[in-house]
T-cell receptor, first 110, second 114 residues
């Protein structure tokens, strides 16, 4: 069983639309990270959120950490084909390890 | 600055054969990790190391061994490969920062065991 549940598993939208990906758990995390992975490559870190309720923006991407530090969301505004990829959330609980969600595959059609 | 590199990129093995995957990082990171990625299951931690000469088991360690003789290198070994070990393997490294444990990944090794 995954410690972090991501939803939806797959998301296909038209260019210009908005989308939200969710990452939920019953566990509390000291920090939560979002990675994006393109086919044939390794994951690349997008952002780390560390404070409950924190909101971070990276251009058209908005990341939010839940108040209780058990969940997070990624919102993309006006999606572009370059946003296509596998989005992974990963939680840290104060030790050396990360627990990863299963990922959300996002496809943005031109 | 190459970051994290992995060799080989692709490999096909027969059941029972052995092999070693090499990971190297040039960022002077203390921590290194080996993951496997299977469809619909995200990244699962196999083994990790918090410093030169130290290793520890992760979530799915059975059938794998690791060594970290030098700080910059982390080796993953398969002594007797099984079809269930067909997967994409990723190495990552990190150091502890104010944001915690932000990991940098290599490009992956795609392994097929026949």
């Amino acid at each position: 069983t995954q410690l972090l549940e991501q939803s939806p598993q797959f998301l296909s939208i038209q260019e210009g639309e908005n989308l939200t990906v969710y990452c939920n758990s019953s566990s509390v995390f000291s920090s939560l990270q979002w990675y994006r992975q393109e086919p044939g490559e390794g994951p690349v870190l997008l952002v780390t959120v560390v404070t409950g309720g924190e909101v971070k923006k990276l251009k058209r991407l908005t990341f939010q950490f839940g108040d209780a530090r058990k969940d997070s969301s990624l919102h993309i505004t006006a999606a572009q084909p370059g946003d296509t990829g596998l989005y992974l959330c990963a939680g840290a609980r104060g030790d050396y390890k990360l627990s990863f969600g299963a990922g959300t595959t996002v496809t943005v059609r031109a | 600055n190459a970051g994290v590199t992995q060799t080989p990129k692709f490999r096909v093995l027969k059941t029972g054969q052995s092999m070693t995957l090499l990971c190297a990082q040039d960022m002077n990171h203390e921590y290194m990790y080996w993951y496997r990625q299977d469809p619909g299951m995200g990244l699962r931690l196999i083994h990790y190391s918090v410093g030169e000469g130290t290793t520890a088991k992760g979530e799915v360690p059975d059938g794998y061994n690791v060594s970290r003789l030098k700080k910059q290198n982390f080796l993953l070994g398969l002594e007797s490969a099984a079809p269930s070990q067909t997967s994409v393997y990723f190495c990552a490294s990190s150091s502890w920062t104010s944001n915690g444990n932000e990991q940098f990944f290599g490009p992956g090794t795609r392994l097929t065991v026949l």
